[in-house]
């Protein structure tokens, strides 16, 4: 019998929140790209980090997939606000698919989401790395320069 869907799966769906586009070169902004090579749906998943304290003050997500897809980054996206990035890294698939009460072969859709938010944080620290990198290069050379 088919399974009706969970009213927050149709509420997320129809009123998804923070859907939209960070500037991905903009340094305090992470991007999560992920496919499910199941059914080839992908998501898109950006966080705006406060360098200082390492807090997601702010994200959004354009997600080109199914409805569960949709209403599971629609959920990842509040859930992170505000958060510290090492929190959300344990942010498990299973505890979206619980709080939209997801079927189990709609397990791979919230799954796309806590590999969206891993993806994003781990861009964010990469590019933290290559531009700290790139001031301690800047800042050495200038000191030969200057000897
Ligand atoms: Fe593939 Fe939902 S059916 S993400």
Not at 66 to 80: L, P, Y
Not at 104 to 121: F, G, T, Y
Request: glycine share 8%; charged share 25%; with cysteine.
């Amino acid at each position: 019998a088919a399974r009706a869907y969970h009213e927050r799966v149709v509420d997320h769906y129809d009123n998804p929140r923070n859907v939209g586009s960070f500037d991905k070169n903009d340094p305090t902004v992470g991007t999560g790209l992920v496919g499910a090579p199941a059914c080839g749906d992908v998501m898109k998943l950006q966080i705006k980090v406060d360098d200082a304290t390492g807090k997601i003050v702010d994200a959004c997500f354009k997600t080109f997939g199914c409805g569960s897809a949709i209403a599971s980054s629609s959920v990842a996206t509040e859930w992170v606000k505000g958060k510290h990035m090492e929190e959300v890294l344990s942010i498990k698939n299973t505890e979206i698919a619980k709080h939209l009460s997801l079927p189990p072969v709609k397990l791979h859709c919230s799954m796309l989401a806590e590999d969206a938010i891993k993806a994003a944080v781990k861009d964010y620290e990469a590019k933290k790395a290559k531009l700290e990198a790139g001031n301690a290069e800047t800042t050495q050379t200038e000191k030969v320069d200057g000897a």
